[in-house]
Nanobody, 115 residues
């Protein structure tokens, strides 16, 4: 059974930092692309960052230069280091992967940034 669990969210002041983690089980983690999405109230879920199995990364323009996605294949864990947080980064953050053609999601972790 595929399982993704996010952790590390919280409340922080603008300019602060948080590190999110996504622990996985049930997949051969090292061969799968891992994604971080976020969804703010009343808005669509948006892709924030992606890391491919070879370590190549992509970021949305809104977080480029502030967020860093990484992967720890030994621990089957993906991480998202978020620096210089802004009020508009407030959202619920979700980990995602596509396993055998089907999307799998964690339940998310809330990030709240106060201005």
């Amino acid at each position: 059974q595929v399982y993704l669990r996010e952790s590390g969210g919280g409340s922080v002041q603008a300019g602060g930092s948080l590190r999110l983690s996504c622990a996985t089980s049930g997949i051969n983690f090292k061969i799968y692309t891992m994604n971080w999405y976020r969804q703010a109230p009343g808005q669509q879920r948006e892709l924030v960052a992606r890391i491919f199995s070879n370590g190549t990364t992509n970021y949305s323009d809104s977080v480029k230069g502030r967020f860093t996605i990484s992967r720890d294949n030994a621990r089957s864990t993906a991480r998202l280091q978020m620096n210089s947080l802004k009020y508009e980064d407030t959202a619920r953050y979700y980990c995602n992967t596509n396993y055998r053609g089907s999307p799998y999601w964690g339940s998310g972790t809330q990030v709240t940034v106060s201005s």
